[in-house]
Every structure is written in structure tokens, then in C-alpha cells.
């Protein structure tokens, strides 16, 4: 297949170029560099590659036939979606509107990049597909959670209405290799800190509860909700709930580390909660997750280590 990744300088967007590549399908890859990093591709050395260097919320042309549009275009950590909040909702509308325009003029499917914030701070545990969320629309995390809302919205409204073929991948906290220095979530935020000598800062109390994947895990969900018939959202995440003071001690024995935790005012509107039912999935695609975090964590550690010495 011929699939069209935007975002694909991201953390998920560039192991999905991965993924994809070693299957022997043709990449093309449109990103602008605002929350990526062209380091993440560096790497490629494939003539079935391309790179497009564009912003999506402008008009989406690419020549030749598509088979697929992969849209995870998108600021995707607190820290980037409130330096760019404009940016994040332009995303997540103008773009996945483009996006889903391109795959109807090619008769290409399309699979948009959702996320488990569209249940913002859930009111039912843990979260199913048919759960309509409980979202400040209005708060600083509003940007984020209604641009996503809104793209699983205009994506369904273009199968319905256009006939696309579309797909809805609700990610929940995905962890691993090419997370940024200065990403802002936990995990990378723990490990810096921790190969830092640095203080861990958790935020609350640390009883927060998140459900953390190892990112192969994502991109194998991802290729099969791909190939799959399902048009309705699916959650593709690992159910085993951990709180953030778990992770933070965790990570501190993995890495050795001699910091201590610190902790700091939970922001506004942070969920307290967070764990995926991967019923559907398990059903619909057979999949779950088969990474241990304790094994994905090693690899990340030993990744950012490197990152360290550079």
C-alpha cells in the first residue's frame, strides 16, 4: 500500500513509518517540524520513503494514487498543546478536515489518531468505547480534547455522509524510544530527571492513576484496526492501571537513581483517573498488548541514555 502519514516526525508517526516500511508498503510523510523532529527519520534510508515538509491545516495535495491517509498530525503533551492552543484546534479541525478530503478524492481509507482525553476526567471506570466523556470544554486542556472530539466527529460524518472508509484509534498513555527531552508527560519526564540526578517531580499526590503502552504494542493496534472493518472508535491501550507514584518509583529502580520525589499542585482539569477497556479490541482485532511496562521501560531507559550522552 501506498500511506500517507501526517505527523509522521512524531514520537508514534515515526515508528509507524517503521512499522510500515517493514512491512513493504510506501511511505509518505507530511509533518512542519512544530512538535516533531526531523531526527526521528533520520535514520530512513529507503527509496519507497518520502517526506513532505507542510502544515495540514493548509490544502492537502499529494500526487499518485493513496491507499491510506494516517492522520496524527497534532500537539499531543499539556506542554506543547498549551504553547500552541490555537495551533492544536486548527489541527484538529482544518487538518483532519484536509486529511479526510484527500482520502475521499483518492478513494484512499483513512484512520484518524484519537486519544483517551476525549473521556477527559471520566466519570466511569474504566473507560469504554460508548462513554461519552466528562470534558471541560472551556478549560487550558479544552483545546486538546475538544480538537479531538471534534475530529472523531467530522470522521465519522465523512463516512456517513461521503462514504470513506475511516477509522477511529483512541490511544491511551503510550510510552517508548523518540519521546522528547522536553515532552512533559511522565514517563520521559521520570527518566530525564532520574539520569539527570534531578528531583522527580509528581504531580498531586502521585495516586493518579494512568495506564501506560509500549509504543510497538500501539503500532501493531494500529495496523489492525488498519486492515479491519470497524469505522467506530476502538481503544488501543495496556489496562494494567498504575498510579504515577508507582511509575515514579519504578523508574527511579530501573535507572538506580538516588533521586528523590518531589511533588507539585496537580494542574487544572488533570484526570485522576485513566485505564482503557480493550473488550473491543481483543474482539473486533484480536489484539491486546504483549510488552511488559518493566520491559518497554528498560528499552526507553536505555534509549534515553544514549540521548544523554549525545
Not at 177 to 183: I, T, Y
Not at 263 to 278: A, G
Amino acid at each position: 500500500m501506498h500511506i500517507l502519514i501526517t505527523g509522521g516526525a512524531g514520537f508514534i508517526g515515526s515508528h509507524l513509518c517503521d512499522f510500515m516500511l517493514a512491512r513493504g508498503h510506501r511511505v509518505t510523510v507530511m509533518d512542519n517540524f512544530l512538535t516533531g523532529n526531523p531526527n526521528n527519520l533520520a535514520h530512513i534510508r529507503d527509496d519507497r520513503f518520502t517526506f513532505i515538509n507542510y502544515d495540514v491545516t493548509n490544502f492537502i495535495y499529494v500526487k499518485g494514487d493513496l491507499d491510506f491517509v494516517l492522520h496524527f498530525a497534532s500537539p499531543a503533551s499539556p506542554i506543547d498543546y498549551l504553547k500552541f492552543p490555537i495551533h492544536t484546534l486548527k489541527v484538529g479541525a482544518y487538518g483532519t478536515h484536509n486529511a479526510l478530503g484527500l482520502a475521499r478524492a483518492k478513494g484512499a481509507r483513512f484512520l484518524i489518531a484519537s486519544t483517551s482525553e476525549v473521556y477527559g476526567d471520566p466519570l466511569k471506570h474504566p473507560q469504554r468505547e460508548e462513554y461519552w466523556g466528562n470534558v471541560n470544554p472551556i478549560g487550558i486542556r479544552g483545546v486538546y480534547d475538544e480538537a479531538k472530539r471534534f475530529a472523531e466527529a467530522m470522521t465519522m460524518a465523512y463516512h456517513r455522509y461521503h462514504g470513506v472508509d475511516t477509522k477511529i484509534v483512541r490511544i491511551f498513555n503510550t510510552f517508548g524510544p523518540r519521546m522528547r527531552v522536553e515532552d512533559g508527560r511522565a514517563v520521559p519526564n521520570f527518566i530525564n530527571q532520574a539520569l539527570a540526578g534531578q528531583d522527580l517531580t509528581v504531580f498531586g499526590d502521585g495516586s493518579q492513576t494512568r495506564s501506560f503502552g509500549y509504543i510497538s504494542d500501539l503500532a501493531e493496534g494500529i495496523y489492525k484496526l488498519m486492515l479491519s472493518d470497524e469505522n467506530e472508535p476502538v481503544n488501543i491501550g495496556n489496562p494494567e492501571e498504575m498510579t504515577v507514584q508507582d511509575m515514579a518509583e519504578l523508574i527511579l529502580k530501573l535507572t538506580g537513581s538516588k533521586s528523590k520525589i518531589v511533588y507539585k499542585e496537580l494542574p487544572e482539569d488533570d484526570p485522576k483517573i485513566r485505564q482503557p477497556d480493550i473488550s473491543k479490541a481483543k474482539r473486533v482485532l484480536g489484539w491486546e498488548p504483549e510488552t511488559p511496562v518493566r520491559e518497554g521501560l528498560a528499552k526507553t531507559i536505555e534509549w534515553f541514555m544514549a540521548a544523554h550522552k549525545e
